[in-house]
């Protein structure tokens, strides 16, 4: 079974976020599937069955299945679309989101995906405690989104992922104002078994529709500062977060499951 490692939202690799994608002809037993999931020890690893004109997909942590994840579409996108099917330049993914359209251009994959709503909640001295920072704001969508003063103070973030375990929300995330870039974040998700994510779409579709409100701006470019980095493209319209960003392919590999 053919297995490519693409780094997401970077144009060069060792950058990005990377992730396992594998295009089968037909579904695997979800026990295998996390068998390779854990195999590879990444963040995520997605599975993609072509239905007729579209793909069916599917994400996985180490910890177990996940409704959406934006760098693994990106990078099943960026293997359809240059190894499995190059003469297109759109995909469409049938996933636990809903229909998920990612286009190719100029160089760039653009997806196209749900906002999360968000309200704001009061902030705690669980969030301090476990952030090692007192966030400014925080708000719920399906993660947790805390809004801390500085770009260095998102950088020199050393949280405590235990305690982050108990805060509400899948993942957590500390975003601010950037220097470089409208915004910059780090994303955390030990409850997926994931310290650290290195590049967080779906995080986006609850950082890009706060700094584009609060911005004011239809469009922003946001920084990811993991220590590997990486920048997304992101514009809000309606209830859909459009998220845009490059990718470079690591590796092509063979699964032997015999």
């Known amino acids: 079974m053919k297995q490519y490692i693409v780094d997401a939202f970077s144009d060069r690799v060792f950058h990005g976020n990377p992730a396992a994608i594998c295009i089968l002809d037909q579904w695997l037993p979800q026990e295998q599937m996390m068998d390779i999931t854990r195999e590879n020890n990444l963040s995520e690893t997605a599975f993609a069955v072509k239905k007729q004109d579209r793909y069916h997909l599917r994400w ?8 959406l994840c ?29 229909n998920l359209t990612v286009t190719r251009h100029n160089g760039l994959y653009e997806m196209d995906f749900p906002a999360y709503e968000l309200r ?18 925080a708000y719920m969508g399906r993660d947790l989104m805390c809004v801390l003063e500085s770009e ?11 305690k982050a375990k108990d805060l509400p929300g899948l993942l957590l995330h ?10 910059v974040s780090r994303t955390f998700a030990p409850k997926c078994g994931v310290p650290e994510d290195p590049v967080c779409g779906s995080g986006h579709c609850h950082i890009a529709p706060y700094w584009t409100a609060r911005l004011q701006k239809p469009r922003i470019t946001a920084y990811q500062a993991s220590v590997r980095g990486g920048t997304l493209y992101c514009a809000v319209e309606g209830g859909r977060v459009k998220l845009s960003g490059k990718a470079a392919l690591y ?3 063979e699964i032997c499951l015999d």
Do not use: W, Y
């Not at 996985?60 to 409704?67: L, Q």
């Not at 760098?71 to 809903?98: M, R, Y």
């Open 60 to 67: 996985f942590t180490p910890a177990g299945e996940i409704d």
């Open 70 to 98: 934006g760098h693994a579409t990106l990078a099943a996108a960026f293997v359809v679309l240059t190894k499995i099917e190059p003469q297109k330049n759109t995909v469409i993914f049938e996933t636990l989101s809903g």
């Open 120 to 137: 704001e909640v009061p902030v705690t001295r669980q969030m301090a405690d476990a952030l090692g920072a007192a966030p400014l704001a």
């Open 152 to 162: 260095a103070d998102v950088k020199k973030l050393s949280p405590n992922l235990e």
């Open 174 to 183: 500390a975003t601010a104002p950037g220097s470089e870039t409208d915004c």
């Open 251 to 253: 590796a092509e590999s």
